[in-house]
């Protein structure tokens, strides 16, 4: 739909963009932020415009961090002997949320998908290889969501880490097929990390 003004127009498309926001929502939202206070929109236009300065990735785990490590690297009451593979940051945070879970993370940065280019090289799989290899993680979770693209990655990954001394787990239990870890409930979540399964039950 076209608008006679230009800046509200403007909003409105670039609020359409965002994931899960049609026309009509995004309409909504641009009279939302036109009703707020002036000093109050501007906070939030502040706090879009300065993202990217203020947000990095945790060099260690790549999770999202102020800068340096992220607080779950940096927290001496975390169990350093247990690893979780996810695909994204918003992984950790529905699993932190969850609050059954106090081992480390990595984050992959998304999932093998060679029909779109992405191959292993694109995501951060050479790093957590490594680092299972010179840390002694006496266990790796591998939660990648349980999509086609999910499974994928998970059994490259375990493949990579045969021959490493360390479990090697799998997500299982209570995420349904095809379901993305994000949009599980908390209750959902916390089963199907209690529940994981050794991955070499498969070779039997």
Same mark, same amino acid.
């Given at each position: 739909?076209n608008?006679? =003004?230009?800046?509200?127009q403007?909003?409105v498309?670039?609020?359409?963009?965002?994931p899960? $926001?049609?026309?009509?929502?995004a309409e909504?939202?641009?009279?939302?932020?036109l009703?707020?206070?002036?000093a109050?929109?501007?906070r939030?236009?502040?706090?879009?415009?300065?993202?990217?300065?203020?947000v990095?990735r945790c060099p260690?785990?790549?999770?999202?961090?102020?800068g340096?490590k992220?607080?779950?690297?940096?927290?001496?009451r975390?169990?350093?002997?247990?690893?979780l593979? $996810?695909e994204?940051?918003?992984?950790?945070?529905?699993?932190?949320?969850a +609050?059954?879970?106090? +081992?480390m993370?990595?984050v992959?940065? +998304?999932? =093998?998908r060679? &029909?779109?280019g992405?191959?292993?090289?694109?995501l951060n799989?050479a790093?957590?290889?490594?680092?299972?290899k010179e840390?002694?993680?006496?266990?790796?979770i591998l939660?990648?969501?349980l999509?086609?693209?999910g499974n994928?990655? &998970?059994?490259?990954?375990?493949?990579?880490l045969s021959?490493?001394?360390?479990r090697?787990?799998r997500?299982?239990?209570g995420?349904p097929? +095809?379901t993305?870890l994000?949009?599980?409930?908390?209750?959902?979540l916390?089963?199907s990390?209690?529940?994981? $399964?050794?991955?070499?039950?498969d070779?039997?």
């Open positions: 739909m608008y006679p =003004i230009k800046a509200f403007e909003l498309e670039q609020l359409h963009r965002l899960g $926001v049609g026309p009509k929502t909504r939202l641009a009279i939302f932020f009703n707020m206070e002036p109050e929109a501007k939030v236009a502040l706090a879009i415009d300065t993202l990217h300065e203020r990095k260690e785990c790549y999770n999202l961090s102020d340096g992220c607080n779950v690297c940096t927290d001496p975390r169990d350093s002997s247990i690893l593979v $996810v994204e940051a918003r992984d950790v945070l529905a699993i932190e949320r +609050g059954s879970y106090n +081992g993370y990595h992959l940065g +998304g999932t =093998i060679l &029909a779109a992405v191959g292993p090289e694109k799989i790093s957590l290889i490594r680092r299972v840390k002694s993680f006496e266990e790796v939660a990648t969501n999509t086609h693209e994928l990655t &998970a059994l490259y990954i375990q493949r990579e021959g490493v001394k360390c090697i787990t997500i299982a239990s995420i097929m +095809g993305e994000e949009f599980a409930d908390d209750l959902t916390s089963q990390i209690r529940r994981r $399964v050794p991955l070499d039950d070779k039997e």
